[in-house]
């Protein structure tokens, strides 16, 4: 966004970053394990720019060290950080009575006046959850949310170390934190379907090959079903025998990640008895892939179809359970009760812990805004106008009485591979600013109506989804404890939406007043 509003549209930019480096996601979760489960060709900048290109992947999938590398590599290559204020945690901003200016508050007390105010603050990082679990605070070990990873590490060598959670996050540090500690608990609430991930290293002549691709690949993932350069095979799972369903999907299996639900059958994740096929293929595989037949049941989902929550992608995770030095703690055979000064204490008594690692997840999409105090028209609340009418945002751009505000991928946007999504945000932002600056207008603010369409077009997308099978997760904001479900993204193709937002500029914005 910095980049195309500074250096494309010539605007006087500044970017206020609570942390002290670039990367958002990847410069807090310095876990062990953390690592990106959309491949790396396609998690990056798609736009061309000779100073970035000769930028090589080392392999399928970047780990966390890697990602940001190639962020400080970009935002030098491209002279960003002169235009980034680090260490500068924004507590707010208010409007003023103009509509057309804010002032935007820091937490060490200044204030800065800007035009246009918008927000990328992710919809995960920015604000770790950990839940309220009685005797938490009095843990004497060492206490470590996997987002909030210190610089400097955790020693885990010879410790008793546990895990809770087992989300995208757990599952890719269980394995690591088991190499590396004496004794790892695993504490599981609700178990979750992973795909192998399949990660490899690129040789040169792969990357080679890579490279002569990546426009094509780029532009094949720009219009496909969820920012990735695959598409099903147009047929539905039902239509085609017992054989050839198999060996599709035991091929799609052995290629790993994503391309397993997105690269075969059209229907898997709209169709509930297209998605019991392919549910109970994971189950197996599950079963198969675990020693012991009670640990395995204990890791089989039963309450919630695959693809209903966020998919997980893994190494190694399921064979963790295999080693001799790993415990599965099923918590809902034998509660969590609490926590001690010396360890957790479940109903069948305590586990002596040296380190508990919370990987509890996020207050996600909307908590990283509401833990600024915004305030648009009139004075209004973000969080008092998101309180009672849900997060209703136009697109995920904007949202009603917050004039002069955008999003890069607010509420309301999609969950899929974001930096296809980004990338394509700060487009459609830019062009919309522009457009704006052109006109010699002051002030853009979508209609209300606008937003309460869309709100009403993402909820009856989403119903032809499985994702209301998924229970409580953080898709839908429930992971919160008392949080109510809400349709918080749009879940449909990823092309559709993209044709949405063309059209909407190509109607001169109709959806936008312009003043
Ligand atoms: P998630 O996916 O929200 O997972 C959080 C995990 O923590 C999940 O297994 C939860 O169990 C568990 N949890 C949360 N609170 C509790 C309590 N009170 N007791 C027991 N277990 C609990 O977060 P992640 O960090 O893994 O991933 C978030 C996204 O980041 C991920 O999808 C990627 O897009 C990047 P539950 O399932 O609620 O029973």
Known sequence: MLYKLRDDLGLRVLVLEEQDGVGG????????????DTESVVYSYGFQDERIADWRWSGKYPKQDELLRYFDFVADRLDLKRSIEFGTRVSGATLDESGSTWTVNTADGRSLRTQFLISAVGMLASAPYAPKI?????????LVHTGAWP????????KRVAVLG??????????QVAQQAEHLYVLQRTPQFTIPARH???DDATWAEIQRQRPALFEKARWSLGGFPWEHNGKSALDVSSEELEAVLEEMWARGGFEFLWGSYKDLLTNPEANKLVTDFVKEKIRARVDDPVTAESLVPNDHPLGSRRPIVDTNYLETFNRDNVTLLDLRRDALVGITETGVRLESGEVPLDVLILATGFDAVTGPYLRMDLRGRDGKRLADKWETHGPRTHLGFATSWFPNFFMV???????????????????WLADLIARVRESGAKVVEVHEDAEVHWAEHINQQVDRTVIPLGGKSWWTGSNIPGRERRTLFYF???RRYRTICDEEAASGYQSYAIS
């Open 409 to 427: 991928g607010g509420p309301g946007s999609m969950f899929i591979n974001y930096a296809i999504l980004m990338e394509q945000h700060v487009e």
């Open 25 to 36: 996601t990847w410069y807090m979760n310095r876990y062990p394990g953390a690592r990106c």
């Open 134 to 142: 009685p005797g938490l605070e009095k843990f004497a070990g060492t």
């Open 492 to 494: 449909g193709a990823y």
């Open 151 to 158: 610089r400097e590490g955790v020693d885990l060598a010879g």
């Open 166 to 175: 087992t989300g995208s996050t757990g599952v890719q540090t269980i394995p």
């Open 200 to 202: 490899h290293e690129y």
